[in-house]
Nanobody, 124 residues
Framework: QLVESGGGLVQAGGSLRLSCAAS????????IAWFRQAPGEEREGVAC????????YYSDSIRGRFTISSDNAKNTVYLQMNSLQPDDAAVYYC???????????????????WGQGTQVTVSS
């Protein structure tokens, strides 16, 4: 029910924009997060947005380089990734959780819906 797109291969210092689109439901009253997981690593929360009030949170590892945003009309959430580094390479997943608020504990929410993931590869 969530479909990610926009992954690919990019050189270090380059940019990518990931998209997360919902089918069969709208993002109203949801918080939507981006997670990533590299081989052999734990899944990491990257960024989160409250679809209704546009409140956002970011992990320290990507703050200032990545931006999460949403397009209500398209029912889509984006992750703009700039200044990509090899350490950013991972499978990126979006996830949605129905809740009326977003707080600092967002990486530990029990997300209702997950996408299939999109691969991001960064060459040095």
């Amino acid at each position: 029910q969530l479909v990610e797109s926009g992954g690919g291969l990019v050189q270090a210092g380059g940019s990518l924009r990931l998209s997360c689109a919902a089918s069969r439901f709208t993002f109203k009253d949801y918080v939507i997060a981006w997670f990533r997981q590299a081989p052999g690593e734990e899944r990491e929360g990257v960024a989160c947005i409250s679809f209704d009030d546009q409140n956002t949170y970011y992990s320290d590892s990507i703050r200032g380089r990545f931006t999460i945003s949403s397009d209500n009309a398209k029912n889509t959430v984006y992750l703009q990734m700039n200044s990509l580094q090899p350490d950013d390479a991972a499978v990126y997943y979006c996830a949605a959780d129905w809740r009326p608020y977003l707080d600092w504990n967002w990486p530990k929410y029990e997300y209702d819906v997950w996408g299939q993931g999109t691969q991001v590869t960064v060459s040095s």
